[in-house]
């Protein structure tokens, strides 16, 4: 009884680090595409999980909902900490600060 819960519980971890692996992928991508569209530069190439929780998507179904944090700058000189919010694989939500081009 107990190699099967030792079991189940090394497949639940095995599988929610390669879903984290896969949603960190797909934040990253989503934070170069943020900068491109906002003219900003996407800085270090990485995003980090800042917050992992849960959340109803729009079908009221219970989805894991991770906040990433990334770095960008508008004169490669300043950094500015933005965030991007995923409920499964979707973005539900982004902010990239107020900035001034030149």
């Keep these: 009884m ?4 030792l079991l ?3 497949m639940a971890g095995a599988w929610y680090w390669m879903d984290t692996i ?3 992928e797909i934040a990253l991508k989503i934070g ?4 491109e569209r906002c003219h900003l ?3 270090d190439e990485t995003v980090a999980c800042a917050r992992v929780g849960f ?4 079908n009221g179904r219970m989805q894991l909902q ?3 944090t990334f770095d960008v700058s508008s004169q490669g000189i300043e950094r500015m900490a933005c965030h991007l919010q995923l409920r499964g694989g979707q973005l539900v939500a982004w902010h990239i600060p107020p900035y001034v081009t030149q």
């Design 32 to 35: 170069r595409q943020l900068a």
């Design 22 to 24: 896969s949603k960190r």
């Design 8 to 10: 189940a519980i090394l």
């Design 41 to 43: 530069q996407f800085l």
């Design 66 to 68: 991770r906040t990433y």
């Design 55 to 58: 959340a109803r998507d729009g």
């Design 2 to 5: 107990a190699e099967w819960a």
